[in-house]
């Protein structure tokens, strides 16, 4: 099977009809999220299971993660048991991972059908990171259904074997913490503490410091939440 898919689109109508062909309840649903300021998160849908983040992936980005990971490497960090975590091995499969990161880590608020990632996620449950990354480049119904929605976005699909100037990523609160969520670092990060509720004010601060200020010269942002959009508050 091939391990380079068809880029995600950024598009949450595109997002949400995924979701469901995974098996997500349709009360939790993708969100646009239009800007850092508080008029801007006051719309945002509550509550926010996780927020992600697409975002320039580049040389200065590619030097920035090298750093920080020596960094913890070297002094450590503290990373909780229950994080669900898979490592990225298909090419361009980052939206889909940002979203297996987004439901996998709130599975005590979002309750899954049965059905193509539910059966992942139990299948991968005492799996390492690595396991469940190798996992999914076998994984028929996840890379169909995956296919068969990226062909549907709003712009053409790019060549799958092109290098995509995107990445996406995760973030996630798991046991007070605050973990941003990447199949292609060595680890999940732990950004500190968080509550549930402060979750989309904590990241969009967070991102604001570690990738918009280090990359000035980019507008090219989009940031979605994950929202129960039913229990909307």
């Known amino acids: ?15 949400n009809k995924f979701l469901q062909k995974l098996g997500v309840p349709s009360e939790w649903e993708i969100c646009d999220i239009f800007g850092f300021g508080p008029d801007e998160l006051a719309i945002v849908p509550r509550p926010v299971a996780s927020v992600i983040l697409l975002f320039p992936y580049n040389d200065a980005y590619e030097k920035r ?12 960090q503290q990373v909780s048991d229950d994080i669900y975590f898979v ?9 889909t991972m940002a979203l297996i990161h987004s439901v996998a880590n709130n599975r005590d608020k979002i309750k899954l059908n049965d059905g193509i990632l539910k059966r992942f996620l139990d299948d991968g449950k005492n799996m390492s990171p690595s396991d469940r990354g190798e996992m999914l480049t076998k994984a028929e119904d996840m890379i169909n259904t995956h296919k068969e929605i990226a062909t549907e976005g709003q712009t053409a699909a790019p060549n799958p074997d092109d290098v995509p100037p ?14 941003e ?24 601060n967070l991102i604001q410091e570690k990738f918009v200020v280090q990359d000035p010269d ?14 909307a508050y």
């Open 1 to 15: 099977m091939s391990t380079s898919w068809i880029p995600l689109e950024s598009n949450p109508a595109v997002m």
């Open 87 to 95: 490592k990225q091995y298909v090419h361009n499969a980052c939206g």
């Open 218 to 231: 980019s507008i090219y942002f989009t940031l979605l939440a994950l929202s129960n959009v039913c229990d």
């Open 166 to 179: 995107y990445h996406f990523i995760a973030f996630v609160c798991k046991d007070g913490c605050l973990y």
């Open 65 to 76: 993660k090298n750093e920080e990971e020596l960094k913890l490497k070297d002094k450590g």
């Open 181 to 204: 969520l990447d199949g292609g670092k060595f680890d999940p990060i732990n950004h500190g503490p968080t509550k549930p509720d402060s979750l989309l004010e904590d990241t969009v």
